[in-house]
């Protein structure tokens, strides 16, 4: 089972930040929080992972509230092509399930122009 | 980043046959793949985990006699769906896994996915 909850649907402006939250009230102390997407027809794509700080890559931000129960992603300049489903996915560093990712049902982002 | 491949991209058989899709992993050994599908609107569901050598590690629920997984060498990995039905018409993504990249946190690498379907 998901051991995350998100929206199912949200809707950004184009050029506007976007900001997708999670929650994951149940993480455990080893467990990252990892976020992929899912453009239509392909693959997910990896976008940024953290355990306790917020983080920064290219591609987005991830504030991790201080309790670790919920985190956001923030892609500061949302594009068309940003639209996908977003999946927030908790994952144990190490020790049993630490290699599987358990997919959730994401948020489907639209992108307005 | 690192590069995952799937072969075919898309495929279309008859009720009955069997069909194989290649998962390679393009400049990296992966020790670890694993094999998802996707119905239409749903989310990823995990089917299978191979380990290069080894027997693969199946879901509850998925049939290890009808999907067959081979992972001969550390950049191949082959999911053989056998006496395909319609029902098993859906989207099938391979991932790659390796322990090795000490540079980066992000150790498992998708393919592009395989769209399957059964007439």
């Known amino acids: 089972d998901a051991k995350t909850t998100q929206p199912p649907s949200m809707d950004c402006a184009e050029g506007r930040a976007a900001n997708l939250p999670c929650n994951h009230s149940?993480?455990?102390?080893?467990?990252?929080v990892y976020w992929y997407r899912q453009i239509h027809s392909q693959g997910p794509q990896y976008i940024i992972h953290?355990?306790?700080?917020?983080e920064t890559n290219e591609m987005a931000s991830l504030i991790i509230t201080e309790d670790r129960k919920s985190s956001t992603l923030i892609l500061p300049h949302a594009t068309l092509r940003d639209t996908a489903v977003y999946y927030c996915i908790v994952r144990p560093t190490w020790g049993a399930g630490s290699y599987q990712l358990t997919f959730g049902k994401g948020t489907k982002l639209s992108v307005i122009p | 980043g690192a590069v995952v491949s799937q072969h075919p991209s898309r495929v279309i058989c008859k009720s009955g046959t069997s069909v194989k899709i290649e998962c390679r992993s393009l400049?990296?050994?992966?020790?670890?793949m694993f094999w998802y599908r996707q119905f239409p609107k749903q989310s990823l569901m995990l089917m299978a985990t191979s380990n290069e050598g080894s027997k693969a590690t199946y879901e509850q629920g998925v049939e290890k006699d009808k999907f067959l997984i081979n992972h001969a060498s550390l950049t191949l990995s082959t999911l053989t769906v056998t006496s395909a039905h319609p029902e098993d018409s859906s989207f099938y993504i391979c991932?790659?896994?390796?322990?090795?990249?000490?540079?980066?946190?992000?150790?498992?690498?998708f393919g592009p996915g395989t769209r399957l379907t059964v007439l």
């Open positions: 991932s790659a896994f390796t322990s090795g990249r000490t540079s980066s946190y992000n150790e498992q690498f």
């Open positions: 953290g355990l306790k700080n917020n």
């Open positions: 400049d990296f050994q992966a020790t670890t």
């Open positions: 149940t993480i455990s102390g080893n467990e990252y």
